[in-house]
């Protein structure tokens, strides 16, 4: 389990080194949150729109950023796999719409046969006309979709989750197996992938096609859970989430300060998202919960005995990366505040608009292609160049 | 209910002219003043043709006489805000509520409505300009029948509801509603708006292919046989210039220009909300010019992003 984890892990951290300076800064491992901010602010990017050209553009940029700066570690192998699960929701999407979908006027495809509903259900249609259309704008809220689940694909197969674990605020500790297991599924599911796939050859069994699918999610599933478990509980035996010497009384105002923050939070959250709630709902309990999850931050952080052992450092390429993902989000808001087209009109049918502001933020979003710093490679002779 | 702001008069002659009046000021002075005068004259006619117009609000909307095969149908869009838009459209029996809005707004020359990909309305002439953001906070176009003489609140899908000679829609942008038969309806009186010789769907053989065939075709055509029959209608088309182009003219002219010389729009009893009309006004022209550099921009996208996924391409087969 651990192969692949110890070389990556320990290439990487060398960037601490006094000497070789230069050598070591140009290949290293960039900190997973510069990297997750980056994903997150372009797939929330992706969330604001439905236009063709621009989810296609970040698409692309994400793509094009992951082949520059994947390592060869096994999550780097994922993104494939996201992109497979997006064009399933597409095309589950479109049959949808096909079935119970709103009928929308315009050019018919075809037909499938239509139940007539009474008038109080006059809103819901069963079946009908199948227009051009429809199927667009189905498509390009399947496509909506796809892109956000790429975005999180580039993050989780261009950082080490270990990397991230070892990045989370310490106060998250005390819920350790949880989010160990949160954090590291996705990736272990690709490396048991790719041993069942390898296992399924070596059986004289194909590893393509449907079939192949179906034979080996299973497997898939169970060995990543498995793995995921398994690393939790290694690391809680090896003390991750383990407090220093606290008193019971404070432990558990930590844990109800914890509780309450992030019951606000969520509070909050929604408040955001449903704008029919009431202003008292939305930015005070937010407010709340950021200042109660901070004081548990803070005390509990100051109750761990903990050192870092060599630390991911958080410089210029970092701040390079995290920012030109904001940028693009920022452009996204802006332009469409501006009353910018970022809803695709799928009728009457037109091309999609050229929308300048946010097609440049998201070409922005290139620059980790770049300035991100080239991953270290995780062979174990390289790293004895580099030292 | 406030019924003051329906009116259908549209505004003729004088608007065609001013489309040359920017580029001729710039030969000199001189030459100026001819264009000059032209335009101010004409912006006092439309000021006093507003003001007349506002004089039988609230009468019966001027739909002519009824013809065999084609529908007269009154659509009247309230954003809440702005004057009330109401306009009488003649389209062929078997037109769809959603074809109805595609003509009207080739007709007065504004935006086209804008749907999400699930179908929904989200814009009409453009507003809001937040497009299909405010949906979820319950804000939306609610679609109203006014053929009843009262405002009923529609349960049926536009894109398949055909209309009947002497319907009324009525489309009302509800802040954040119910969603239901409960939310606001449009401000004119529905009862007021009918022609009195409304046929009904008299639709004996062909309303139903009618509406089949014109399926495909019929919405991008901007006014079609409404506007034909209409003479108003003519100088639809001519219209985005001179809005746009109207140098220090006062935000109330320049919305009565805006939407008089948009063929028979109503006006206006609101003086407050006119900078929104003329904002829409200059939007409309900013947008048709820049069509064309809108294309070079959507194949600039498609080769940027054709390359990237090139070259990612590339570089995974490199790396497997």
């Given at each position: 389990m651990t192969g692949p984890v110890d070389t990556v892990v320990s290439v990487g951290?060398?960037?601490?080194?006094?000497?070789?300076?230069?050598?070591?800064?140009?290949?290293r491992m960039l900190h997973p949150g510069a990297w997750w901010i980056w994903a997150t602010a372009l797939a929330a990017a992706a969330l604001r729109t439905t236009n063709p050209l621009l989810l296609g553009l970040i698409l692309a940029v994400v793509a094009h950023v992951v082949m520059a700066r994947r390592t060869d570690a096994p999550w780097s192998r994922s993104f494939g796999g996201f992109l497979r699960i997006g064009v399933f929701v597409i095309l589950v999407r479109v049959v949808f719409q096909m079935l119970f979908g709103v009928r929308i006027d315009g050019t018919t495809l075809f037909s499938i046969p239509s139940v007539t509903l009474p008038s109080w259900a006059a809103g819901v249609s069963l079946g009908g006309p199948v227009t051009l259309e429809a199927l667009i704008g189905a498509a390009c809220q399947g496509l909506r979709l796809a892109v956000v689940i790429a975005c999180f694909g580039a993050a989780s197969s261009?950082?080490?989750p270990y990397r991230m674990l070892r990045a989370l605020p310490s106060a998250l500790y005390e819920a350790g197996v949880a989010i160990t297991v949160a954090l590291t599924f996705a990736p272990q599911a690709a490396i048991v992938s790719r041993q069942v796939r390898e296992a399924r050859r070596l059986?004289?069994?194909?590893d393509r096609g449907p079939a192949a699918w179906l034979g080996s999610a299973m497997p898939v599933l169970e060995g990543a859970l498995e793995r995921s478990v398994a690393l939790a509980a290694s690391m809680d035996a090896r003390g991750y989430g383990r407090r220093g010497v606290t008193s019971r009384r404070l432990r558990r105002a930590i844990s109800a300060t914890l509780l309450l923050g992030l019951c606000a939070i969520a509070v909050g959250a929604y408040g955001l998202l449903d704008d029919t709630v009431p202003a008292m709902l939305r930015l005070p309990p937010l407010m709340l919960g950021a200042a109660a999850l901070t004081a548990a931050l803070v005390l509990s952080g100051r109750r761990l005995e903990r050192t870092r052992y060599r630390a991911d450092p958080w410089s210029t390429p970092e701040w390079i990366v995290a920012s030109s993902g904001v940028v693009a989000l920022i452009t996204m808001i802006v332009a469409g505040r501006n009353g910018a087209a970022l809803e695709f009109s799928v009728y009457p049918l037109a091309a999609p608009s050229f929308l300048a502001l946010p097609t440049v933020g998201i070409l922005l979003a290139l620059l980790p292609a770049q300035f991100a710093p080239r991953p270290a490679l995780a062979a174990p002779a390289e790293f004895e160049v580099a030292a | 209910?406030?019924?003051?702001?329906?009116?259908?008069?549209?505004?003729?002659?004088?608007?065609?002219?001013?489309?040359?009046?920017p580029s001729r000021s710039l030969r000199g002075l001189r030459s100026a003043t001819r264009p000059i005068a032209l335009l101010l004259s004409s912006i006092v006619v439309l000021v006093l043709m507003a003001a007349l117009d506002t004089a039988p609000a609230?009468?019966?909307?001027?739909?002519?006489?009824?013809?065999?095969?084609?529908?007269?149908?009154?659509?009247?869009?309230?954003?809440g805000s702005s004057p009330v838009s109401t306009q009488c459209l003649r389209v062929p029996l078997g037109t769809t509520g959603s074809q109805l809005l595609v003509r009207r707004a080739g007709l007065l020359g504004t935006a086209m409505p804008g749907h999400a990909g699930s179908g929904l309305l989200c814009t009409i002439d453009a507003f809001p300009s937040s497009g299909c953001a405010e949906t979820g906070a319950g804000s939306y176009w609610a679609n109203f029948s006014g053929t009843a003489g009262t405002w009923i609140y529609s349960n049926y899908n536009p894109f398949i509801r055909r209309v009947c000679d002497g319907d009324v829609e009525g489309w009302r942008y509800v802040v954040r509603g119910s969603g239901g038969a409960g939310d606001a309806a449009p401000r004119p009186d529905a009862a007021s708006l009918r022609p009195a010789d409304a046929q009904g769907c008299d639709r004996t053989g062909d309303g139903a292919s009618v509406g089949a065939a014109s399926g495909g075709g019929a919405p991008t055509g901007a006014g079609g046989r409404g506007a034909a029959s209409d003479p108003g209608a003519m100088s639809s088309g001519a219209v985005e210039a001179p809005s746009g182009a109207i140098p220090g003219a006062d935000p109330t002219d320049a919305s009565s220009i805006g939407t008089g010389a948009a063929a028979g729009a109503a006006t206006s009893t609101g003086s407050g909300t006119a900078t929104d009309a003329a904002a829409r006004a200059s939007t409309r022209a900013v947008t048709s010019q820049s069509a064309a550099t809108s294309w070079i921009g959507i194949v600039a996208v498609a080769t940027i992003i054709g390359a990237l996924a090139l070259a990612a391409l590339l570089r995974a087969r490199r790396t497997a």
């Open positions: 951290s060398v960037g601490a080194r006094p000497d070789g300076r230069r050598r070591i800064a140009s290949r261009l950082c080490s059986r004289g069994r194909t | 209910m406030a019924s003051g702001p329906i009116t259908a008069r549209p505004a003729r002659e004088p608007l065609v002219p001013l489309s040359a009046a609230g009468a019966a909307v001027d739909c002519g006489v009824p013809v065999p095969g084609e529908a007269r149908v009154v659509v009247v869009v309230d954003d």
